[in-house]
Structures are given as C-alpha cells and as structure tokens.
C-alpha cells in the first residue's frame, strides 16, 4: 500500500513512477511537509523494484515556487532571530540544512533515474531540485530563476555545486549573483534543459515517453550507468575508467545480458527483469 503524504502525489504504471509536486503552498512552494517528506518518498521509490524510473513533474500551473519562506517561519524563525542566536541555535540551523538537503541529495544518490518535466515557474528550491536530477524537459512556458539571493539567502540545497557540471560556471554565477530570470530558450540554449516541448501537455507525453524507453532496458544496467557517472564526475578519467571496468567485471553476467543476446539471434523485442 502506498504511503500518502500531503506536499507529494506519487503515481506509479509500467516501471515508471510519476512524484508530483503539491504544495500545499501557492505554487507547490516547497514548506515543511516537502521537506520532511522527499527524502522518505525518494527512499521508498529507491527500494520498490516495479520502479525503474521517476519523473517529477508540478501539479497546476507552475512546477514550484521553490521555498515556502512563510511556512517555514515556525522552524527557521527562532534560529535566525533572538537575542540567544548562539553555537546552540547555529548547530540546529546546520542541522535543519543538512535535513533538507537529503531532498535534493536523494535524488542524486538513488538508484533509478529521475527526470525532471518542467512547465511555468521553477524557482529557488525547485532549481536544486531538478539540477539533481539525470536531466530536463520543459514546455515552452518554463521560467526558471535561482532567486535565492533576492531574499538574502546563498542558494544550498545543490544547486550551485551540481548546475556548473550542467551549465557551466559563468552561466551558474550569473544566475546566482543576479537572481534573473531564464525562459525556455535559453534554458535550451545554455543546456538546462534536454528539449522544449510546444506546451505543458506536449512535454508530459514526451517526458512519459522518455520514462517509458528507459524503463524498458536492463534496470540494473541503467541503475549502473547512472552510479558510475555520478561516481566519475569529479573523478580523472583514468580513475573513471577503472571504475567501470571493475563495476562490469562484477555486474556484467546477469539474466538481462542472456536475454538481450536470445533476443537479438530470435529478432525479437527483449523483455527485461532486472536479474
């Protein structure tokens, strides 16, 4: 039985699971409940095998309006205030941090790839949300901005140390320091995004279409892909390769490995199970 949570809608079909921003702020910001929430959903959707691939998507009119500054008032107020804002309240803030951090590390430590179907506003969190995942589709509509330092905040939820790998450093630094605006095209353009899509029900179809291809390879082989190149982007490319090397000589004889070679002497399509 699923569990059900109050910021997140998971929808599962067919090896794909759908996580589905709910607010319950205006614009699916990002409040307590998210935060308390995405790391426990990422575990679960981690250890389900029928899950092979997630794609994160809004519910609405926009895809987040990234932190929820008011609701979450009751838990950052007393740190950032007061006249006893000492080591006491400093370790706590740290602590809160490192907290919601696991939202957007989940992501990028979990096994299964995740994709991000952005359309309206994506903002603040919601940039380190999907800079987390293995990549971005968006509509037309999309606007993106790391609004973080308009309220006096560096952005540190990931964003700033996974977007130069994505975008490059002098695209990262000018969204951090002037907190601007970015559309679709130059999202497209700096390579924020994969492909835009006509309109936000265009971009589900394609971004569903996408889960579906991948959900039908080998799981494990996918899962493997995704963790050696998570592992290889910060490493040499010898260190790299070495790592892949050893990761086949140890996974590479599986059940899907027969399968995709029966398949391909019998021309037919291969059915993959993940063993």
Same mark, same amino acid.
């Given at each position: 039985?699923?569990?059900?949570y109050k910021s997140l809608r998971i929808e599962k079909a067919d090896g794909v699971a759908e996580v589905?921003?709910?607010?319950?702020?205006?614009?699916?910001?990002?409040?307590?409940?998210?935060?308390?929430?995405m790391p426990e959903a990422i575990r679960a959707l981690d250890e389900d095998e029928s899950v092979r691939?997630?794609?994160?998507?809004?519910?609405?009119?926009?895809?987040?309006?990234?932190?929820?500054?008011?609701?979450?008032?009751?838990?950052?107020?007393?740190?950032?205030?007061?006249?006893?804002?000492?080591?006491?309240?400093?370790?706590?803030?740290l602590k809160l941090i490192g907290d919601m951090q696991q939202s957007t590390e989940g992501i990028a430590?979990?096994?299964?790839?995740?994709?991000?179907?952005?359309?309206?506003?994506?903002?603040?969190?919601?940039?380190?949300?999907?800079?987390?995942?293995?990549?971005?589709?968006?509509?037309?509509?999309?606007?993106?901005?790391?609004?973080?330092?308009?309220?006096?905040?560096?952005?540190?939820?990931?964003?700033?140390?996974?977007?130069?790998?994505?975008?490059?450093?002098?695209?990262?630094?000018?969204?951090?320091?002037?907190?601007?605006?970015?559309?679709?095209?130059?999202?497209?353009?700096?390579?924020?995004? /994969?492909?835009? $899509?006509?309109?936000?029900?265009? !971009?589900?179809?394609?971004?569903? *279409?996408? =889960?579906? +291809?991948?959900?039908?390879?080998?799981?494990?082989?996918?899962?493997?892909?995704?963790?050696?190149?998570?592992?290889?982007?910060?490493?040499?490319?010898?260190?790299?390769?070495?790592?892949?090397?050893?990761? /086949?000589?140890? $996974?590479?004889?599986?059940?899907? !490995?027969?399968?995709?070679?029966? *398949?391909? =002497?019998? +021309?037919?399509?291969?059915?993959?199970?993940?063993?």
């Amino acid at each position: 039985m699923d569990t059900t949570y109050k910021s997140l809608r998971i929808e599962k079909a067919d090896g794909v699971a759908e996580v589905i921003l709910l607010g319950p702020g205006r614009g699916n910001a990002m409040g307590p409940d998210f935060w308390r929430e995405m790391p426990e959903a990422i575990r679960a959707l981690d250890e389900d095998e029928s899950v092979r691939v997630v794609l994160v998507r809004g519910n609405g009119d926009h895809f987040t309006y990234g932190l929820d500054l008011m609701g979450m008032m009751e838990s950052l107020g007393p740190l950032l205030t007061g006249d006893n804002n000492l080591a006491q309240e400093r370790t706590k803030l740290l602590k809160l941090i490192g907290d919601m951090q696991q939202s957007t590390e989940g992501i990028a430590r979990c096994r299964k790839p995740f994709i991000a179907a952005v359309h309206g506003w994506c903002i603040g969190g919601g940039m380190d949300l999907i800079a987390a995942c293995d990549f971005r589709y968006c509509s037309r509509d999309a606007k993106f901005s790391l609004r973080e330092v308009k309220v006096g905040i560096v952005a540190d939820l990931g964003a700033l140390n996974r977007l130069p790998r994505i975008i490059g450093e002098g695209h990262t630094r000018e969204l951090a320091y002037t907190g601007g605006d970015v559309d679709a095209e130059r999202a497209l353009r700096m390579g924020l995004v /994969n492909e835009v $899509f006509p309109s936000a029900e265009e !971009l589900l179809t394609q971004a569903r *279409a996408t =889960a579906r +291809r991948i959900a039908e390879n080998p799981p494990l082989v996918v899962q493997g892909a995704k963790q050696v190149m998570e592992y290889c982007a910060d490493k040499s490319t010898s260190d790299g390769l070495r790592y892949v090397a050893v990761w /086949n000589s140890a $996974f590479l004889q599986s059940h899907d !490995l027969a399968e995709a070679f029966s *398949a391909f =002497a019998e +021309r037919r399509p291969a059915k993959f199970v993940g063993r």
